[in-house]
């Protein structure tokens, strides 16, 4: 028998008579909600457990006995009829979540593939089951050498011994198939599905940890997708066979109607708007290229374009009322909306803001079916805890995080904040005594005005994350946020129309040309804002003790419905987060860091006063140099804009990072070699017209020049104004740094004639040198060693090979890091001396000067 009472809880009973249900106690606080709801403190608890297990790092054995501890306070608290029971089962679900966090993420099988990993790539034989359907990861044109890949997630189950044959293995492996030709081989595009049993052959390695600064931490996300190492394919058609189609059936068959998905928007949307409606129907965005997707990021509404938990709601509101309007009863249109929503969520990847909004729907169904009414605050609460036991590293994740402020922001701040106002007698009146036209205008008028407003609210509260994690911030996207929702909700709700009523044809064909124009206006309207100046800004982020204060105090507003001092507090704090000073605290020291950017170069100088000063910005990973590694350094020095950028010489990658440069910081000037712009490549004529497009100054340095900057004097040693004749690297800009008695000299790919030119010069001893062209020994003369005499020689590169120096090459009193192995290397010059530090090894030295 159901309960009868209608105190607070999970449930509350609907009306027998109107299936309505019973009209609530007036709104009180929203704490209040909060307090009534049975599984906040649950939600709360394991939210803690996540957090103690993921920064504290216990043991698993202590939170194993903080489990037992709170079983047993519980055990005796319940033999001594005490009343202090809830304590305990908090301990008790705090264990839990630390367990679950700890066991997902580091406890493997005895046969794991992670255990015979080292950080240097060896061959393998392994097999295994494909996880996800194969991605295709497009080449990026700034990068030299790259070529199209297929990516996917392959669970093995055997590896192949040289000595044993075939043995269990276990773990989950990032593949990675390379296409040389520039083109998808038939091999991984048309026959390899997920769900397929493979046998691959290629190199494996173990996940690298960030090698400078600010860097995004590839093996921690590695962990949090239970991903144990990377496996890298250079020939599909001989290196990776399919052994049985569909041996993991369900994969399969969800790989099947995906498949039928896609190639049914292929069939009857163009090409670039069927790329766009796979993304938004069915989260497939690896077809879509980077600039596209950036500039969906860069307007901020990228949300409105990947699977999310407004689609998922947009879509069961549209088929709630669709069976109202055919006639189909409550309690079946509630079974037929969640298992619809349930089975979208799976297909399109179980992200966790699908999954919220999964649960969400599930438990209001759910409360349909069973003629009760669900309390809001449970039903985020369990969305919460399903999401964690899902995957319980998802909650650190920025689309989770942004997915249940949203939802909370627009239940309690904008549900509860703005209430409809109140309508008079004389507002009916009046009312009555319009034109149906005016009446439909102010009802759109007012429409409009509350999605712009709850679009501003939505922007503030995610503002200060987007901030902290991407570095961005885009005003446009209050702008064109609403008109972008109503194009890719149509375009949504067209799509899924279509794709259902795909065998009926003509009706198919007449939601395909919705489809179309929904996803084609909105496609202009991100290109034609996404160009706007001051659209989007990038920013080094706030300070995580403002993000904290921020998002405290501003639940505190929410909970107790914006109290006047409380709401006046928040205002003063997010006032404080846009003037506090973003610049790094000032010293007597210059700081000169020299970035991992594998083989290329960025070294970065800032002196006392809070200029910042670069010295190349490119690799050969190309642009993403920029968005992975030297912004990201920056952002985490607090740099908002560069004061001067040399560019030692024409060769790609050293330089082909300048137009991501360009969008992110401000760049005062750029300084080149006399014969830059000379090169006749569509590099140089791409940094030039980037240059130009700015409106950035340049100017050129030769040798005998030189420059000041507080107490740094930088001077130019190579090349002249004319020559020396050879290639770019032969005329690379040589500047030697000098702050005090500590000297640097920076190379760039100096080699040859350029070389010989420097060495006729008067001798130029220095503490650090920098070995020219990534340390190659062909570039590394002996005489370069005698003629700067320098106790620290430093090497730009990524893996070392064969024709890379090594301590041999260089006097036994000569310390040598390279960036490969060391990561990022600073040195620290002040009036004390010169200390060189290197970020991933963690070694330090103090360099001291000859005698």
């Known amino acids: ?77 319940r033999q001594w009829r005490h009343a202090t029971l809830w304590p305990f089962l908090g301990l008790g679900f705090i264990s839990l979540a630390a367990v679950h966090h700890h066991t997902f993420r580091a406890v493997t ?91 691959v052959v290629g190199t494996i390695v173990r996940p690298r940890p960030p090698s400078n600064p600010g860097e995004h931490d590839y093996a921690r996300s590695a962990r949090d997708r239970q991903i144990r190492a990377d496996v890298r394919v250079s020939d599909s058609a001989t290196a990776l066979t399919r052994l049985d189609p569909a041996a993991d059936w369900p994969l399969a068959l969800l790989a099947r109607v995906r498949g039928w998905a896609t190639g049914t928007l292929d069939a009857a949307l163009p090409p670039r708007e069927a790329i766009v409606a796979r993304a938004l129907l069915l989260g497939d965005t690896a077809a879509m290229n980077r600039e596209e997707w950036d500039g969906y990021i860069r307007t901020g509404v990228v949300h409105a374009l990947a699977i999310s938990g407004q689609h998922l709601m947009v879509l069961a509101g549209f088929v709630w009322i669709a069976f109202r309007v055919i006639g189909v009863r409550r309690t079946r249109g509630a079974w037929l909306v969640l298992l619809l929503i349930i089975g979208y969520t799976i297909l399109t990847g179980m992200r966790p803001s699908g999954v919220r909004a999964a649960v969400m729907v599930t438990a209001f169904c759910g409360g349909l079916i069973l003629r009760r009414s669900v309390m809001p605050a449970n039903a985020f609460a369990l969305a919460w805890i399903v999401v964690i036991i899902c995957n319980p590293t998802d909650p650190f994740t920025l689309g989770c995080q942004l997915s249940f402020l949203s939802v909370f922001v627009l239940i309690w701040g904008v549900g509860r904040g ?10 009916a009146l009046r009312e009555e005594t319009r034109s149906l036209t005016e009446n439909i205008f102010r009802t759109v008028v007012r429409m409009i005005a509350m999605m712009y407003a709850v679009t501003l609210i939505l922007a ?36 899924f129309l279509m794709l259902l009523l795909a065998p009926l044809g003509p009706l198919a064909t007449v939601l395909g040309v919705v489809t179309e124009g929904t996803l084609g206006l909105t496609g202009w309207v991100v290109r034609a804002t996404d160009a706007l100046p001051g659209g989007s800004l990038y920013t080094p982020g706030p300070p995580d003790w403002w993000l904290i204060g921020f998002y405290a105090l501003g639940a505190i507003v929410i909970l107790r419905n914006r109290p006047f001092r409380w709401l006046v507090l928040w205002l003063a704090w997010l006032l404080l987060g846009g003037i506090w000073p973003s610049t790094p605290p000032r010293t007597d020291a210059v700081r000169i860091t020299f970035l991992a950017v594998g083989k290329g170069g960025c070294t970065v100088i800032e002196t006392p006063a809070g200029r910042c000063i670069l010295y190349d910005a490119g690799s050969t990973m190309g642009a993403s140099a920029v968005r992975r590694v030297i912004a990201p350094y920056l952002w985490h020095r607090r740099i908002s804009q560069i004061d001067e950028l040399f560019l030692s010489h024409a060769d790609a990658d050293h330089f082909n990072g300048l137009g991501e440069l360009l969008r992110r910081f401000r760049v005062h000037q750029v300084t080149m070699t006399p014969s830059f712009a000379e090169k006749p490549t569509a590099e140089v004529a791409s940094a030039l017209l980037a240059l130009q497009e700015s409106h950035t100054p340049s100017r050129i340095a030769a040798a005998g020049d030189w420059f000041h900057s507080d107490d740094l004097r930088l001077e130019v040693l190579h090349p002249p104004l004319r020559g020396p004749p050879g290639s ?123 005698q």
């Open 1 to 77: 028998m159901p309960p009868d009472d209608t105190g607070p809880g999970w449930l509350a009973p609907l009306d027998d008579e109107t299936g309505k249900a019973e009209d609530p106690p007036p709104i009180g606080p929203v704490w209040q909600e909060f307090l009534r709801a049975p599984l906040v403190p649950v939600a709360l608890a394991v939210s803690l457990g996540l957090m103690w297990d993921r920064y504290g790092q216990p043991a698993l054995w202590v939170e194993f006995a903080l489990g037992l501890a709170a079983l047993a306070g519980g055990w005796a608290v």
């Open 728 to 850: 770019e690297n032969e005329r690379s800009l040589v500047m030697r740094l000098q702050h005090g008695e500590n000297t640097v000299l920076l190379t760039g790919d100096l080699e040859k004639s350029g070389t010989t030119h420097l060495l006729s010069l008067p001798p130029h001893r220095v503490d650090v040198l920098m070995a020219p062209h990534h340390g190659s020994r062909a570039a590394f003369p002996p005489g370069l060693l005698r003629w700067s005499d320098p106790r620290l020689v430093l090497v730009s590169r990524g893996r070392p090979l064969n024709n890379s120096i090594r301590q041999q090459n260089v006097s036994l009193d000569v310390v040598l890091w390279d960036t490969w192995s060391a990561g990022a290397i600073t040195l620290r010059s002040s009036a004390d001396g010169l200390i060189a530090e290197t970020f991933r090894s963690g070694e330090t030295f103090v360099v001291k000067r000859r």
């Open 418 to 427: 703005l209430p409809p106002a109140p309508r008079s007698p004389e507002d």
């Open 460 to 495: 503030v509260a995610n503002a200060p994350l987007l901030a902290a994690d991407q570095h961005l911030v885009s005003p446009i996207g209050i702008l064109i946020g609403p008109p972008v929702i109503v194009l890719t909700s149509v375009a949504l709700l067209s799509g």
């Open 109 to 199: 099988d005895p046969d794991d593939i992670s255990h015979s990993l080292t950080e240097e790539p060896h061959l393998i034989r392994l097999r295994g089951i494909i996880l996800e359907e194969p991605a295709t990861r497009r080449a990026d044109p700034s990068a030299l050498g790259s070529v199209d890949r297929d990516v996917t997630l392959l669970q093995v189950v055997s590896v192949l011994s040289a000595e044993r044959g075939w043995q269990p293995a276990s773990g989950r492996v990032s593949l990675s198939v390379e296409h040389p030709e520039g083109a998808l081989t038939r091999a991984i595009a048309g026959d390899i599905h997920a769900g397929d049993a493979v046998e």
